[in-house]
């Protein structure tokens, strides 16, 4: 019962977090006035608030029950994107729009990120390590096929209204539907058991001694430097990705929807096949070649214009979604494997704070290149490039790099830990 209530709350989740981020926020973002730049680091914005994940794991060390902390804060938080796309409800200047969907989206992210550690632990201590890999692959068929018809609803809603010349309506119905799936996601939360958790946790520590017991432990450190360059890999681009397909190849809504449907169809049945593959090998294998397909996607964006722009960005997006098919439940069991049981949740939140905010680094350098080359006429063959294509190739090579690291680094150790639950 408990496994089935975490099924339908993680594909309420994960359909709520698509809604709120990538094209959709981009789009809106663009409506209310925001530029391109600003528009891209508000869309990464919540890689940075991950500093928000430590605060919340020692938290959690004083806790001796997780589930009434993470009921309300996911509740809170994404009640906060409820009312983000209902904004256009209230008559109001750009600017003020701007700043309340910069609170709004920040501190949601911040809620997010302080309950997730706790979250986290919860819900694995649900899936011992022998089923993990099926189960996890279930879980990711269910939440991906309904974010795809999900998907697909909302683009036809949006370009409906945008025809029509009422946008605005659209993103209404947009914050509608997340609130139905936020009172869908706490009531399944509600239904699940909280069984007794494996950790042993740590009272009354200081954040800077949490901070100095994770960088100083030498077999958890290269899970530090993986999220590090995979972070930084994928915000270099992915936050212009969005904008540059609505704003500067005019792709419509339905189009992005109808290829986020079929590719998101693909993806849940890839998620299953990688999670019975990942019983047979390794998640960090997983992990690996789910990098390597996602860095030769973003290369073959670098390629991306508005004369194959109809027929690249399908073909591509579905090549590309077997990698994002893994990347999420790899990348989550191997930093799980690797934390020891001894404060576990303070690993896992400083593991997504470091790489957080280290990695929204890459967010920066990408509005510098953009700042940079915006206004340089760059041709190759008579072919003009802009700055989003430099950053999609730029982003694929430095996930190649990340690639190479696991496999030096990350696969040959044995040692995830083996007091994980059988």
Not at 3 to 32: C, P, Q, V
Not at 259 to 279: E, H, L, N, P, Y
Not at 291 to 300: N, P, Q, T
Not at 372 to 380: A, E, S, V
Request: glycine fraction near 8%.
């Amino acid at each position: 019962s408990s496994r089935k209530a975490f099924i339908a709350e993680g594909a309420a989740a994960l359909t709520i977090t698509s809604l709120i981020s990538g094209s959709y926020l981009a789009g809106f973002l663009d409506h209310i006035g925001v530029s391109e730049t600003l528009n891209g680091i508000l869309v990464a914005l919540p890689t940075f608030v991950t500093i928000s994940n430590p605060l919340g794991a020692i938290f959690s060390q004083r806790l001796t029950k997780q589930k009434p902390f993470v009921c309300g804060g996911a509740l809170l938080h994404r009640i906060m994107f409820t009312v983000l796309f209902l904004l256009p409800l209230i008559k109001c200047s750009s600017s003020t729009y701007i700043i309340i969907a910069f609170c709004l989206i920040f501190f949601g992210k911040f809620i997010a990120g302080f309950i997730s550690p706790s979250a986290n632990n919860w819900i694995m201590s649900l899936a011992p390590r022998s089923i993990r890999g099926s189960f996890f692959g279930v879980k990711e068929l269910v939440s991906l096929i309904m974010f795809s018809v999900t998907s697909l609803f909302v683009g036809f809603i949006l370009d409906y209204y945008k025809a029509r010349g009422a946008i605005s309506n659209g993103f209404v119905v947009l914050g509608l539907i997340i609130g139905f799936l936020t009172l869908l996601n706490f009531f399944s939360l509600s239904r699940i058991m909280e069984p007794e958790t494996a950790e042993e946790r740590i009272s009354g520590i200081k954040v800077t001694e949490a901070l100095k017991m994770v960088i100083a432990n030498k077999s958890f450190r290269p899970i530090l430097i993986v999220g590090i360059l995979y972070n930084f890999g994928i915000q270099i681009f992915t936050p212009y990705f969005g904008i540059y397909l609505v704003g500067d190849l005019k792709v419509s809504y339905t189009l992005i929807s109808v290829v986020t449907f079929v590719v998101g169809i693909a993806r849940a049945f890839a998620a299953r096949q990688w999670g019975k593959f990942s019983d047979k090998t390794s998640w960090a294998y997983i992990f690996r070649f789910a990098v390597i397909i996602l860095a030769v996607s973003h290369i073959i964006y670098s390629l991306l214009v508005e004369s194959n722009v109809a027929w690249l960005y399908p073909l591509n997006s579905f090549f590309g979604t077997v990698g994002w098919a893994a990347i999420g439940i790899a990348l989550f069991n191997v930093r799980y494997d690797f934390a020891p049981i001894k404060g576990r949740a303070i690993y896992l939140g400083f593991s997504d704070a470091f790489t957080g905010v280290l990695g929204f680094f890459g967010v920066f350098i990408g509005s510098l290149i953009m700042e940079l080359t915006q206004n340089i006429n760059m041709q190759i063959s008579g072919f003009d490039i802009r700055p989003q294509q430099l950053l999609a190739l730029l982003s694929g090579t430095m996930l190649l790099g990340c690639a190479l690291y696991i496999k030096k680094q990350i696969e040959p150790v044995k040692g995830a830990d083996n007091n994980s639950p059988q």
